[in-house]
């Protein structure tokens, strides 16, 4: 259903490339404008490299290739008063805001709990977590001033549901976001505006499309190849499919802010190939 946001304001955080740029060009194609927002920064030993500030630039390129408006800051969600800042002035620019796609994180090193490094505790719930609020913070006044209602759609994972080994930073992060969401939902259903939650698994995108990852599903192979990770990926799933692509989860994203789920709150959706019900 074409112009399903038209004349909305959508905010996307972590939008310089992967779920985030699908994000921000599908709620385009839908019709809003799009208030973007990235650190462009690479978290040191996570096995994959972090985007540019020039990824972010293409995501508004792309944005404005579909006919919208994109205001574009580089801003680390741990930074709260900077996420303010790029949250006020996109909709000063935009005049309102109307949908919040909480989705800025980062993925981990693989260890067992009892050996994480402390700092690597703390980064993931400081980005994943306190960040993901942050967003909330920085974006819901906006919404509620509008008087319009509107929905905050946040990025969680299957790992908000289940306990996944080598990632109990990442774990205990993502169950957070599904505890903020249950209590966002709950708090804003008077002013109508919705709060949700997709889950994914595996995704395309280079969070998990790294050899730290190949290596983790495939710990019997020498330097693992995405063919021999998409081997492992779809032994987890009931569908015949080894992973989602970018837009698989932003047409959820899409369907939980729009008027399409009008009735829908306070739901953790997977999207995920049907690996938690395997």
Avoid at 21 to 35: C, N, P, T
Avoid at 88 to 102: E, F, I, K, P, Q
Avoid at 128 to 151: D, E, F, M, Q
């Amino acid at each position: 259903m074409a112009g399903r946001f038209d004349g909305q304001v959508a905010l996307v955080t972590g939008a310089a490339r992967g779920q985030g740029r699908s994000h921000a060009v599908r709620f385009a194609e839908e019709g809003a404008d799009i208030i973007a927002v990235d650190a462009c920064i690479t978290y040191e030993d996570r096995g994959y490299p972090g985007p540019e500030p020039e990824d972010l630039e293409e995501t508004a390129c792309l944005v404005e290739k579909a006919g919208r408006k994109a205001v574009a800051h580089r801003v680390d969600v741990r930074d709260l008063a900077a996420l303010e800042a790029a949250v006020g002035d996109g909709v000063r620019r935009l005049g309102r805001l109307d949908v919040a796609c909480v989705n800025a994180g980062i993925g981990t090193r693989y260890s067992v709990a009892h050996e994480m490094p402390p700092e690597e505790w703390q980064t993931m719930l400081d980005v994943n977590l306190t960040g993901a609020w942050h967003t909330c913070r920085a974006s819901v006044p906006h919404i509620l001033k509008g008087g319009r209602g509107g929905a905050v759609v946040l990025t969680g994972s299957v790992a908000g549901v289940r306990g996944l080994p080598h990632l109990a930073n990442y774990t205990a992060a993502k169950h957070g976001v599904v505890g903020l969401m249950k209590v966002m939902a709950i708090e804003l259903a008077p002013h109508l505006i919705r709060v949700n939650v997709v889950l994914p698994s595996q995704v395309d995108t280079p969070i998990i499309m790294n050899p730290k990852t190949f290596s983790l599903f495939c710990p019997d192979i020498d330097n693992p190849t995405k063919e021999d990770f998409a081997a492992a990926s779809q032994a987890s799933n009931l569908l015949p499919i080894p992973w989602a692509d970018p837009t698989d989860i932003s047409n959820a994203v899409l369907f939980l802010a729009s008027s399409e789920a009008r009735c829908v709150t306070g739901v953790a959706l997977p999207v995920d190939n049907g690996l938690l019900v395997k």
